[in-house]
Structures are given as structure tokens and as C-alpha cells.
């Protein structure tokens, strides 16, 4: 197990420094239930820094968050990704105007196989085309991901790792609030980020640890396959 995580540690260290060219056909649909510290809708979609949180008599900038993926659909190769899961804990940093972000830890759930992992590695370097000061890969039961139009949950090991609620914010009809034309990290589509702030944001282990409540959060599909890249634009969020 401890070559398994080292040999995905690798794949997607080497995916984050950038391809020019993918090395195989993939395509990729997934579902985030995500949340961050900031206040909703988070700043960092329009910005090139978090929202300041004041603490201890100073302002301090900072994006916690949790991003728990399921993958719809999906392949790399003949590597079915229907199905997988997968957890992204960190922090963003003080300002990432430079595509240089803080912190991150991606956890994948223990179903999926070493191939899976393996392909998820070499194209979240292509979702999420930035660098990191410092980054880790994790195995975990991602054991609850459910979600409807009125709330969403997700917990990794029972909660006792991590944890994603949201509660749909309430609009002018019982149908969500959703935030469309905006770009979510390297993806060329996304279907709009359902407005749904959290009841709890949390990552629960080691001297990296926070809570939130009632923070940003929200729901979003993308799509992306191998075909975009040779093509995309696009940046970083903030860019």
C-alpha cells in the first residue's frame, strides 16, 4: 500500500508541473460538493486572493476548503473512472495571483483501483493547472456522498478525517440559485455553481485542522477530455 500511494504521489506530482500534450485519450464529467472559509460566494473565483479573516488583532488571507468529487463519467484509456471518488483538502494561500497555491492533500477512496488512481493523477494536473508549496496524496473511505436540490453531504472515514453539509440557499422559487458563465480552475465547462453555504466545513487531523459554519459552499459539475487541452486557454481561478 505504502508503493501504491507513493507511485500516485509521484503521477500526480509530475501531472501539477504541466503536459503539453496528454499521453492517452481520457474524458472526465464530475460532481464537487464543495465548501471553503470564505463568506459566500467565495471571492476567489473573481480575485487573485481569499477573503481576509480577522484573527488574533490582524487580518489574515486564507481559503480552507474541501472539495469532495464523484466521478459520472469517465475514462482514461481503456480505464473505466465511473464511480470514483475523491477528496481534495487545503489551503489556497494568501495570494495566488502567481499560480502558486499553499497547501493540498487528495485523498482517494479506497475502492478505487491503482489504475483509477493513477489516471485521476495525471488529469487533476490538467483541472487544476497550478503549483503547490507543498502536496500530499492519502488513501480514505470517502463513505457518504449524497446530494439533491435542497442539500448535499459528504463525510471522509466517518467524519472523523473530514466533512461537507450544505443547505440550498434560498431564492425567489423553490428552485436553486445558480451561478453560470463562470470558469471552475482549468476546465473549459462546468453546468453553474449551485449556491448551497454550509452548515460545516472541516478538516479534522493534525496541526493543519479547521471548522467553519456557514461559509461558502456549493455544487458543480464539469466536464473535460484530453481534446481540450492541446486547445485551452485556460488559467488558474483568480486569472
Known amino acids: 500500500m505504502r ?7 509521484l503521477t500526480l506530482l509530475a501531472s501539477l508541473a504541466g503536459h503539453t500534450s496528454p ?3 481520457w474524458a472526465i464529467n464530475a460532481t464537487a460538493i464543495e465548501a471553503c472559509s470564505c463568506p459566500h460566494f467565495c471571492i476567489c473565483y473573481f480575485n487573485s486572493h481569499p477573503a481576509a479573516h480577522h484573527e488574533h488583532g490582524q487580518a489574515e488571507h486564507y481559503c480552507n476548503f474541501n472539495n469532495a ?6 475514462h482514461y484509456g481503456d480505464t473505466s473512472l465511473d464511480g470514483a471518488k475523491f477528496w481534495i483538502t487545503g489551503d489556497l494561500g494568501a495570494d495566488f495571483s502567481q499560480g502558486q497555491m499553499n497547501w493540498a492533500l487528495v485523498t482517494f477512496d479506497k ?17 487544476f493547472p497550478v503549483k503547490w508549496k507543498s502536496f500530499q496524496t492519502a488513501e480514505g ?12 453531504h459528504a463525510t471522509l472515514n466517518g467524519g ?10 434560498r431564492g425567489m422559487t423553490d428552485e436553486p440559485a445558480v451561478l453560470k458563465n463562470v470558469r471552475y480552475w482549468g476546465t473549459p465547462r462546468n453546468d453553474g455553481f ?24 456549493f455544487m458543480l459539475t464539469f466536464d473535460m477530455t484530453s481534446k481540450d487541452v492541446a486547445s485551452s486557454g485556460g488559467t488558474s481561478m483568480g486569472q
Do not use: C
Not at 501504491?4 to 504521489?9: K, N, P, S
Not at 472523523?160 to 440557499?169: C, G, H, S
Not at 454550509?198 to 485542522?209: C, F, L, P, Q, S
Open 194 to 217: 449551485v449556491m448551497m453555504p454550509n452548515e460545516i466545513e472541516t478538516y479534522r487531523v493534525g496541526d493543519k485542522a479547521f471548522e467553519f459554519k456557514g461559509t461558502n459552499g
Open 3 to 9: 508503493r501504491l500511494a507513493f507511485v500516485a504521489m
Open 141 to 152: 473511505d470517502i463513505d457518504t456522498w449524497t446530494a439533491d436540490k435542497d442539500t448535499a
Open 111 to 127: 475502492a478505487t483501483s491503482p489504475d483509477q488512481r493513477k489516471a485521476l493523477g495525471e488529469i487533476l494536473g490538467h483541472v
Open 23 to 25: 499521453p492517452t485519450d
Open 69 to 74: 468529487y464523484k466521478v459520472n463519467h469517465g
Open 160 to 169: 472523523r478525517t473530514a466533512e461537507v453539509k450544505l443547505k440550498r440557499f
